[in-house]
């Protein structure tokens, strides 16, 4: 993480919200720390947006352009190594290496439809985790691990694609009622949950998947929502294509709780076709404001902020990769 602090003493909004995040920096040090959750999801035009859906912070913004035609989705976010990874509309898996910034190197495609067994399928849901890209085959109960390999811990490694492993669940029933939607996975306890467009909300424990499908609403539940956690997995956010709208969802009952906001890609009349994951680091900088003489205080916070900020997601990334 690089922070850049100008001569005139002006600093970006960014670098406020930082301080939000430093013990005791203008508030009682027994406040909980405000985390923003930047959650990437791509929409009908194939641009990868950045949206942060925290109440007081919301905002989204276009932040990649991948070029490419038709519709992508299955959209899975690497927390640890902050990539994003999708299929698009041939079902090949593509990468956008966030760390590389606007770097030709920054996008590429990894491997074909046909090395992941899904020229001839509909995929539209998926999640990180493990090593590994997740999803199931639309309108079926087979969830399918892509293993990805790293030849190093480098920053902007490029993974390569292994072999595929496939488990066959015990739900839902029919397994034609398995149709997405989206799924999300909580890397800190290897569950997965599922939102199912025929409004099923179910979880699976992917230490042994083809035993442990628990279905927590049944269809007709739920609408249709494409899942993220946010960037600590402490909640669940579930948004609805169709209207736009933003909700938490309580993991344990399915119930929606809504947060009265809607994003709208502009252009279209629809949200986010997928939701990948989410990060605490945003892709880009906001407008600067000045703060005149704080400008000296904010360098000394915003140092001991970084140097902590880099050890917690040191930790994260260790469970991301688990």
């Not at 269809?219 to 709208?245: C, K, V």
Request: aromatic share 12%; hydrophobic share 40%.
């Amino acid at each position: 993480m690089v922070w850049t602090l100008c001569l005139s003493r002006r600093v970006s909004l960014a670098v406020v919200a930082s301080l939000l995040l430093v013990p005791g920096a203008f508030r009682s040090a027994a406040a909980e720390p405000i985390v923003p959750s930047y959650i990437y999801g791509i929409a009908d035009d194939n641009e990868i947006w950045q949206i942060n859906p925290v109440s007081g912070q919301q905002s989204f913004e276009s932040t990649y352009n991948t070029g490419l035609t038709g519709q992508s989705n299955a959209v899975a976010f690497d927390r640890g190594r902050d990539q994003l990874l999708f299929l698009d509309v041939s079902n090949n898996l593509y990468l956008w290496n966030k760390p590389l910034g606007g770097s030709p190197a920054a996008f590429q495609q990894i491997t074909t439809s046909s090395s992941l067994g899904i020229s001839s399928s509909l995929v539209y849901n998926a999640s990180y985790f493990n090593d590994g890209f997740w999803f199931f085959k639309e309108a079926t109960n087979e969830l399918v691990k892509a293993s990805l390999s790293y030849s190093g811990t480098a920053v902007g490694t490029v993974p390569t694609f292994s072999g595929t492993t496939s488990y066959a669940l015990t739900g839902p029933t029919p397994a034609s009622g398995n149709g997405f939607g989206d799924i999300a996975i909580n890397v800190n306890t290897g569950i997965l949950y599922a939102a199912t467009s025929t409004g099923y909300f179910y979880s699976v424990d992917l230490a042994s998947p083809e035993t442990t499908y628990n279905e927590i609403k049944g269809a007709g539940s739920n609408i249709s929502l494409q899942l993220s956690f946010n960037e600590d997995f402490s909640i669940l956010y579930g948004h609805n294509y169709t209207t736009g709208a933003w909700y938490t969802v309580d993991v344990a009952t399915g119930d929606l709780t809504d947060l009265n906001y809607a994003t709208l890609v502009p252009g279209t009349d629809r949200g986010f076709r997928d939701l990948g994951g989410a990060s605490a680091i945003a892709v880009t900088t906001v407008p600067e404001i000045d703060l005149g003489s704080f400008g000296s205080a904010i360098a000394l916070l915003l140092g001991t902020f970084g140097l902590l900020e880099r050890r917690r997601l040191a930790r994260v990334a260790g469970l991301a990769h688990g």
